[in-house]
Structure formats: C-alpha cells, structure tokens
C-alpha cells in the first residue's frame, strides 16, 4: 500500500501535475485576496481577516480537485494497466486508499503555502495580532476536510469511467451538487419543516459551521461520513469488474 502511495506522490512531484495544482491554487488566491479591487481583496475590505480566502478557495477546489483526481483510475483503465494493479496482493480498498491519501497530501500541500496569509494579515490587525485565531483555525480544519470530500468524489468518479475528461465534469457536478446544490434547494422553500434537514445533507452547512471557530464532532462525522460513503461507492465499482 504505501509503496503505492508513493508511486503516486512521485507521479504528482516528478512531474509538473502536483506543483502547477498548487502554483494555480496559490495563484488565483491571492490574485483574488490581494491584487484584484474587488470585495474579496484585503485591502478593500479593511478589516484583518482572511474570509475571503475561505470564500473563494472552496470554488478553486471545486474545479482543481476533479482536474487532479480525473487520472487516478480513468488513465489506469485507458492504458490497461488497472488489471495488473488490482491483480497485485493489495485489496481493492488498499488500492483506493493510497490514491485517496495521495490526493490529500496534495490538498494539504496547496494549503499550507497560505500560512503566510494568516501572518500578514495577522500583522495588518489594530493592533498587530487582533485577528480571531479561533475562526481561522476552524476553516483550515473545515477547508481540508472539504477538500478531502472532494477528493474522494473525484475518485469515485475516475472509477466509473476510461475517459479522463467524463470523470472531470461527474466530479464536478458531484462537487457543486455536494457542496451548493443542496443550500440552493434549500433557499427555494420547498420542503417547509424538512428544508433544514435538507441545507444539512450538503456540505456548505457544515463548512459554514466550522468557519465560526467552533469544531462541532457532528461537522466532523458528517465529513468522515460523506468520504467513507465515495470510498465505498468506489470500492463498489472496482468490484462490479469482477463479476
């Protein structure tokens, strides 16, 4: 397993995949956040926090993640070489999971760059350190997780396909769906009692829960919850070849 996992942190760093993933995250963050007169810019906003950040970065993922997790199966299927991997001594869910820590040792590498974010703002504060550590800390936690639910859809995606372009727009429904779809219908008023149990099901209650600083365990086992749920769905479908 772990020499699978290394096989595919190699593939991400001995080529430009994994640092152009973290270049372009990094990039468009901080265009956004510093460069850009719009609300989201620092500057602008003039007050020391770094909101903006955890408003835009989900939207980034959104579109980075499916892009990086689309080769993960898809190509292994497109070369042939997904027979000689699942017929290794590994189990299915040893294959799946060493792609899946792959895919999250990318999304904690894109976001550790953007500490320096928190000590520059840090240094704008009146006075110099007033910002509020607690809500900080709770959307990195809440940030990282979400990416990792990415992730785990992004592979599930790959699993279902050859084609490496189809398991990029499934992954990305799948992430906007997961992540706004259900706040949408919950915004239309639909379901009347119900609709609170329906802005729950989707991942931006929980996110928006986490990025007050307060990490509820019910937040934490809805994330956990939801990336055992595409892990399986994955596991599933590496199975279905089998029969």
């Known amino acids: 397993m772990f020499t699978l996992l290394k096989k595919e942190l190699n593939n991400f760093f001995n080529s430009l995949i994994g640092y152009i993933s973290i270049i372009v995250f990094l990039a468009i963050n901080s265009l956004f956040l510093w460069v850009f007169p719009i609300e989201y810019n620092i500057f602008e906003s003039g007050y020391a926090n770094l909101d903006g950040l955890f408003l835009l970065a989900p939207f980034v993922f959104l579109f980075l993640i499916p892009a990086i997790t689309m080769r993960f199966f898809a190509d292994e299927k497109k070369v042939g070489t997904i027979e000689v991997l699942l017929t290794k001594p590994l189990t299915d869910m040893q294959i799946i999971f060493s792609k899946y820590l792959a895919g ?12 320096v974010y928190y000590f520059t703002v840090s240094e704008f504060g009146m006075p110099p350190g007033n910002v509020d550590r607690g809500a900080i800390f709770g959307s990195y936690i809440g940030l990282f997780l979400l990416g990792s639910v990415f992730v785990s859809i992004g592979l599930f995606a790959s699993a279902i396909t050859k084609n490496q372009i189809i398991a990029f727009i499934v992954a990305l429904f799948f992430c906007a769906f997961a992540y706004i779809g259900f706040e949408l ?56 070849r089998k029969w």
């Open 104 to 115: 999250i040792v990318l999304v904690f590498f894109s976001l550790v760059p953007t500490i």
């Open 185 to 240: 219908i919950y915004s239309l008023d639909f379901f009347g009692q119900h609709d609170l149990f329906i802005r729950n099901i989707g991942i931006y209650a929980h996110y928006n829960s986490m990025s007050r600083g307060v990490i509820d365990s019910r937040d934490v086992i809805y994330f956990l919850s939801v990336i055992a749920l595409f892990l399986i769905l994955t596991k599933f479908t590496l199975e279905s």
